[in-house]
Each structure stands twice: as structure tokens, then as C-alpha cells.
């Protein structure tokens, strides 16, 4: 089962978490499960989440469609850095 795990520095822990809680449907809807979010126990200014996914290259290019339009918008927009696990 793949999975994504994303890296976001320099968000609040609570900012993510309630952003993920508020775009569960759309991840459902992309068949991107959250499983798991936390605060990096040595840098408290990174959070990790990881989702569970049916299909890296759709969910690559989700998230690829998603940044390039959130960076058209804002070319220094502070985007998690996302790591596809087989």
C-alpha cells in the first residue's frame, strides 16, 4: 500500500491539524487517507503527516496540479515538501 508523507516547517502543529481536519472530504474524495500527524519531537517548527494512497502517480499528480497553482498565486508560498513511499 503506498503511502505520502509530507514535511511542512514553520506552521503551527494546530494550523495544520485543523486545515487536515477541514479538507478530509476532498482527501477522501482523492482517496488520500490520513493516518497519522505530528510534531517533530527535535524541531518543534516541523510537522509531518502521513497519508495512506491507492495510486502514487495520481496522487502525484494531484499534488502537482495543487502547488503549481498555489505557487502561480503566491511564488513564495510555504508548500510541505512530499515524499511518495512504495
Known sequence: MPHLLAT??????ETIKEV??????FHV???MY??????NADDENEVLFLFRINSIANT??????LHTKTLEQNPNANLPNMIYLQ
Open 8 to 13: 511542512l516547517r514553520n506552521v503551527p502543529f
Open 20 to 25: 487536515l481536519e477541514n479538507d478530509r472530504a
Open 29 to 31: 474524495f482523492e482517496e
Open 60 to 65: 502525484k499528480k494531484l499534488i502537482d496540479k
Open 34 to 39: 490520513l493516518e497519522h500527524i505530528w510534531q
